[in-house]
Antibody, heavy 123, light 106 residues
Framework: QVQLQESGPGLVKPSETLSLICTVS??????????WSWIRRPPGKGLEWIGH???????NSSPSLKSRVSVSLDTSKNQFSLRLNSVTAADTAVYYC???????????????WGQGTLVTVSS | SYELTQPPSVSVSPGQTASITCSGD??????ACWYQQKPGLSPVLVIY???KRPSGIPERFSGSNSGNTATLTISGTQAMDEADFYC?????????FGGGTKLTVL
């Protein structure tokens, strides 16, 4: 069973860059079947999809965040990462990493989620 | 941009049937899935591809999707089902979540 674990600073200053890493165990980020995703939930609000990346290099991100988001893979460490620049208080949220299964025989949904990590944007 | 609309809240008595709707333009032409999220925990997939249940999800959870509306139905609702529920679909390679529905079992 795959496990995903987010890590990174819990506090980021306004205008700086938020950086998070998701470490994958029990599965490989080089799998052809999966996209590796980032999702967040701001306090008192609902889930918001941020973006995802595939081993092939294919990636996509939310139109509303596209200009500030970068998602990348580190196959040597079996990790993927998120960078969100120019953050404001509106970026305060619990950030989740997840695994989306795409293709034949797949759920076409985010099957597996990390436990989430709270990131607060404040000076 | 594409939007999915859910009612903010739904209430149900224990043992009764709860229905949570998710509306979007021609949603029935896409696959919809549903996630349950309890306080302090990560979301859990309960329905995928409109009406399929992942292993380990109780049979009382079912789904449908037609026209502009997807529906999550919980039959014989239990107190443990109280949670936030989110629908989700894919549009041009990007994921779209509904705003979420708080299910109260009272």
């Amino acid at each position: 069973q795959v496990q995903l674990q987010e890590s990174g600073p819990g506090l980021v200053k306004p205008s700086e860059t938020l950086s998070l890493i998701c470490t994958v165990s029990g599965g490989s980020v080089t799998s052809e079947r999966y996209y590796w995703s980032w999702i967040r939930r701001p306090p008192g609000k609902g889930l918001e999809w941020i973006g995802h990346i595939h081993y092939s290099g294919s990636r996509n991100s939310s139109p509303s965040l596209k200009s500030r988001v970068s998602v990348s893979l580190d196959t040597s460490k079996n990790q993927f990462s998120l960078r969100l620049n120019s953050v404001t208080a509106a970026d305060t949220a619990v950030y989740y990493c997840g695994r989306y299964c795409s293709g034949a025989g797949c759920s076409l949904a985010i099957d597996d989620w990390g436990q989430g990590t709270l990131v607060t944007v404040s000076s | 941009s594409y939007e999915l609309t859910q009612p903010p809240s739904v209430s149900v008595s224990p043992g009764q049937t709860a229905s949570i709707t998710c509306s979007g333009d021609e949603l029935g032409d896409k696959y919809a899935c549903w996630y349950q999220q309890k306080p302090g925990l990560s979301p859990v997939l309960v329905i995928y591809q409109d009406n399929k249940r992942p292993s380990g999800i109780p049979e009382r959870f079912s789904g449908s999707n037609s026209g502009n509306t997807a529906t999550l139905t919980i039959s014989g609702t239990q107190a443990m089902d109280e949670a936030d529920f989110y629908c989700q679909t894919w549009v041009s390679g990007t994921a779209v979540f509904g705003g979420g529905t708080k299910l109260t079992v009272l």
